[in-house]
């Protein structure tokens, strides 16, 4: 191996791969390798660029003999050196050992951290096996300047793993699970892991692949790219390194005033005049709502991008009432071009929709055979926002949701597509965050200084764009809303702060059951308490249309009614409480925000994040804090009166419902009747006093 220190990194050369360690931010490193003879030059996710940091680096010569020579005249006779290099940067220490094995410690406690998997005889260290297995593997493509990529680590029996991302399973701990690394339809790839051995660990790639976090190995990998890049960074709590990793890839901006608020959706409201009669009602009742989301297939044309004017005549009348309600009117967006639409000819023949390297031009066949435009092509951003501009923000508004932003493709067969950017199998990933890019930047152009948009995925940095993600078209039930709330926690471990989901689920609930009403009141609650409150779903059967083509163009029916009212008195009076609980906690979830803001702390955070130094809180996956003083425990069974809570060591707590205190450090019964999701607040919090008022 050849060392040379260049400018702000230290340069690597062992035979055809060359590879950068460069400082970067605060108590972190980027890692870089290539068997290019220039370096890939895209950043991904690291485009805040840190501070240049002075190199730090000692060289030590150490002793190499090989471990079978016993006696010393046979250890003097074959003695050998070799150097090992340190690279500090703060409290995190890069070891590269005199065989290029590649540790990282923290240089404050002495403690390992991870340490690169070697199963090769040539690298002398614990595991010196005749496997043939690196650690570092870009196995070229034969004939192209593409590689497959896999890049190991250790397993440690005591690691827990955080974050990732939203995952439709059971587990919040990562541990032991195998993560495909692409987007669809309810999952979210944001390669960020926070590790319970005190370091994060950022797989700074948007390649499809997979994470494994196995008891034998710990292992990512990419199909096909340019190169190996990642970031690593260590501090004392969790706390300290999200902080240290937003800093690199970006905060979310200080959310608008009304996303704080109650969302009213549905899918879908066919006609202005329901809009408005839904927005008028929510005010009769002096119901307190933010902000009313006017779904799919209100246009023309998927890719016209404008309201359709037999069912939309006047929407600039509409708006304009709502916004005198105080109503914020959210409109959908979906990256579908359809073949018929106005827009389709001049977008394809400049390039603006994704190709493909074999196979029919389509990428969906839903209500028209249609194609996503790129949204890695700057043209094809600025063309759509300003399609967008004209239709929707001149008329009013200002807030867009962005769906089908994975894209959801049909089928996800990944090696078909080709961007501006390259393959598919090398940068699908970033898709979400583009097209949340291209509206962020469309807004700030003209003036906009407060921007949320709601899109259904995201990727590392896609909050910096003012990106509410939610999560996707689940299923109504206990089983579906479990998930979900691991899947926000990871979420706000990964970087991605305003997330939300389909209140009630989006597929399968049923207006008359009352299961179904059990589920949603336990839901509702529990969306109170999350960063976004937002009611939404598909609530079978669909309305009759007494059309279902108009002008050759195929419309769209309404599901049935999705409003607090919808489903009878008794469960009206439970949503309504926590709408006025939402409410009254506007002040606090500001402060939550503007933290977020700030540093990148999570608004939902892990138990382990506010309270690391209880053992307990690493292991709990059914409570979580909302912000720092109220502890949350969704109810997520059905028939249920009584909760089992944790509550952690150092504080003492308040139960809500009743009133009653406990020191931290135990378990307790909670009251959980249908009203009642358990709360637990610090004593003396302003939080208790707020909700005590409603109990």
């Known amino acids: 191996m050849f060392f040379e220190e260049k400018d702000d990194r230290l340069v690597i050369r062992d035979g055809e791969a060359t590879m950068n360690i460069i400082p970067w931010g605060n108590n972190g490193f980027r890692f870089m ?21 002075k190199l730090c680096i000692t060289y030590t010569e150490v002793d190499m003999t090989e471990p079978f020579y016993h006696t010393p005249e046979e250890i003097e006779k074959h003695k050998q050196t070799g150097t090992r290099v340190n690279i500090e940067n703060g409290d995190l220490v890069c070891e590269i050992n005199p065989e290029g094995v590649i540790s990282y410690m ?12 070697w199963q090769n005889r040539n690298r002398i260290d614990r595991f010196c096996v005749p496997l043939r297995i690196d650690a570092r593997e870009l196995k ?18 005591d690691e827990k793993i955080y974050g990732m991302g939203q995952y439709q399973d059971n587990y919040l701990d990562k541990k032991g699970t195998v993560l495909e690394l692409a987007h669809r339809n309810s999952q979210a790839s944001v390669p960020f892991m926070l590790s319970s051995r005190n370091y994060g ?40 390194i999200i902080k240290n990793y937003a800093s690199v890839v970006g905060t979310a901006p200080m959310i608008p005033e009304f996303g704080i608020g109650f969302w009213q959706c549905k899918l879908r409201y066919r006609t202005q005049e329901e809009v408005l009669n839904v927005a008028r009602e929510y005010k009769r009742r002096n119901l307190p709502v933010d902000a009313i989301v006017i779904d799919f297939f209100h246009w023309t044309q998927q890719g016209e991008f404008k309201f359709d004017p037999h069912e939309w005549p006047n ?33 394809a023949s400049k390039g603006y929709l994704i190709n493909f390297d074999r196979g029919l031009p389509i990428n969906m066949t839903w209500m028209g055979n249609t194609r996503f435009y790129d949204t890695t092509h700057p043209g094809a951003r600025k063309f759509v926002w300003e399609r967008c501009k004209e239709n929707y923000y001149d008329k009013g508004i200002k807030c867009f949701w962005l769906d089908e932003a994975e894209p959801e493709y049909g089928p996800y067969d990944f090696d078909l597509y080709r961007y501006h950017m390259g393959t598919a199998l090398q940068c699908s990933n970033v898709y979400p965050l583009y097209y949340a890019k291209g509206f962020y930047d469309g807004l700030k152009s003209v003036g906009e200084k407060e921007i949320l948009n709601l899109v259904r995925c995201a990727w590392a940095g896609s909050q910096k764009y003012g990106v509410l993600t939610w999560s996707g078209d689940i299923h109504s039930s206990f089983e579906s809303m479990r998930m979900q709330v691991q899947a926000g926690l990871n979420m706000g471990i990964a970087g991605i702060p305003w997330w939300t989901t389909d209140i009630g689920g989006f597929l399968g609930g049923d207006n008359e059951d009352p299961a179904f009403h059990e589920l949603m009141a336990r839901w509702f609650a529990w969306g109170a308490f999350c960063p ?58 500001r402060d939550l925000m503007q933290e977020s803001h700030e540093t990148g702390a999570p608004v939902m955070r892990t138990m382990f994040y506010e309270v690391p130094e209880d053992e307990n809180c690493w292991n709990i996956d059914t409570s979580y804090f909302f ?10 069974s059905s028939d249920v009166t009584t909760a089992k809570v944790y509550l952690p060591k150092g504080y003492t707590w308040t139960e809500i419902a009743t009133g009653s205190t406990f020191e931290g450090g135990q378990w307790v019964e909670a009251k959980a009747t249908l009203d009642v999701i358990p709360l637990f607040t610090k004593q003396g919090s302003e939080a208790e006093k707020i909700l005590r008022e409603f109990f």
């Open 532 to 589: 976004v409150f937002r009611l939404h779903g598909e609530r079978s059967p669909y309305y009759e249309r007494e059309q279902e083509y108009r002008d050759n163009i195929r419309l769209f029916s309404s599901a049935q009614d999705n409003e607090v009212w919808t489903w009878g008195e008794e469960i009206y009076e439970i949503l309504k409480k926590y709408m006025l609980i939402r409410e009254a906690l506007r002040s606090y979830i």
């Open 33 to 53: 390798m290539t068997k290019e003879a220039v370096m890939d030059s895209n950043n991904w996710a690291l485009t805040e660029e840190p501070e240049k940091k």
């Open 140 to 157: 070229p493509h034969m004939g192209s300047t593409d590689y497959e990529l896999t890049m190991r680590f250790e397993a440690f029996d």
């Open 201 to 240: 660990f950022l797989w700074n790639n948007p390649a499809i692949g997979t994470a494994t976090f196995a008891k034998n190995h710990t292992a990512w990998y990419a199909k096909s790219t340019k190169k190996l890049d990642y970031y690593i960074t260590t501090g004392d709590t969790p706390a300290d």
């Open 627 to 636: 912000g720092s003083d109220i502890l949350v425990t969704p109810i997520t």
């Open 106 to 117: 923290n240089k404050k406690t002495g403690k390992l951290l991870t340490r690169e998997l």
């Open 315 to 347: 929407p600039e009348a509409m708006i304009k009432e709502l916004k005198e309600m105080d109503i914020e009117p959210v409109v959908s967006v979906w990256p579908t071009i359809d073949e018929k639409s106005e827009n389709y000819g001049e977008m």
